[in-house]
């Protein structure tokens, strides 16, 4: 299994909603990363975690809230979003911290904050 | 801030022709340059990983080369088909330590 799957593929929001993003691999890999991609726009890196430890945060609002419930799961937590949050969420994965040289992708979040 | 440079934008070429675009990064301090397919709905797919100057990648009708004195690397699709149409990014690293830094990506739209 080469894939990394994230639930849900759309979502549409409110600015006092709290929702969550969900990443899953099944690969044994021990790095996961959290991507923000505004249309075209380059994928910017959010968060870093390597063997479930925080090991990059690019100076993300608090309103993000990561969290690795184990080695295959990868949560982003939202809460009072803004409209200029909207964007693709993408998630992916590596054997080991950023020094991997492969990232496995999952096809993305399609996030509206409305 | 790292600036990784994708040209063109977005490109039209009919089925059959062969195409090629550009990712430019700094020259200084090279570790490794990906090469990602996107296409539309789906995960990107990680085409090549290059890591050394004047290295070549292939795989069926698209390669890749690398200039790492310069700052650049080439993707060349022979013969396209529409099925090559999607965006192409590319990405950077400049140690072993940092994330990677993508550009903006090509969208290749290849018509029948």
Redesign the interface.
């Known amino acids: 299994d080469t894939?990394?799957t994230q639930t849900p593929k759309h979502l549409v929001m409110g600015m006092t909603n709290k929702k969550s993003l969900k990443c899953e691999q099944h690969m044994g890999h021990r790095a996961m990363?959290w991507y923000k991609q505004k249309a075209?726009?380059?994928?910017?890196?959010m968060f870093?975690y390597s063997y479930e430890k925080l090991s990059?945060n690019e100076s993300v609002p608090s309103r993000f809230s990561p969290e690795c419930p184990n080695s295959s799961l990868l949560n982003l937590h939202l809460h009072a979003l803004q409209p200029e949050d909207s964007a693709l969420y993408?998630c992916a994965s590596s054997q080991t911290g950023?020094?991997s040289?492969?990232?496995?992708?999952?096809?993305?979040t399609r996030l509206t904050v409305t | 801030i790292l600036n990784v440079e994708q040209s063109p934008q977005s490109l039209h070429v009919q089925e059959g022709d062969s195409t090629n675009f550009t990712c430019s990064f700094p020259s200084s301090n090279f570790y490794a340059l990906h090469w990602y397919r996107w296409e539309t709905a789906k995960s990107p797919e990680a085409l090549f990983v290059m890591t050394l100057n004047g290295d070549e990648k292939k795989k069926g009708r698209i390669s890749a080369t690398l200039n790492t004195k310069e700052g650049y690397s080439y993707l060349y699709i022979k013969g396209s088909q529409p099925e090559d149409s999607a965006t192409y990014l590319c990405a950077f690293r400049n140690s072993g330590n940092t994330p990677l830094v993508f550009g903006k990506g090509t969208r290749l739209s290849v018509i029948a």
């Open positions: 894939e990394v990363y075209k726009k380059p994928p910017e890196l870093v990059i993408l950023v020094s040289y492969e990232q496995y992708f999952g096809p993305g």
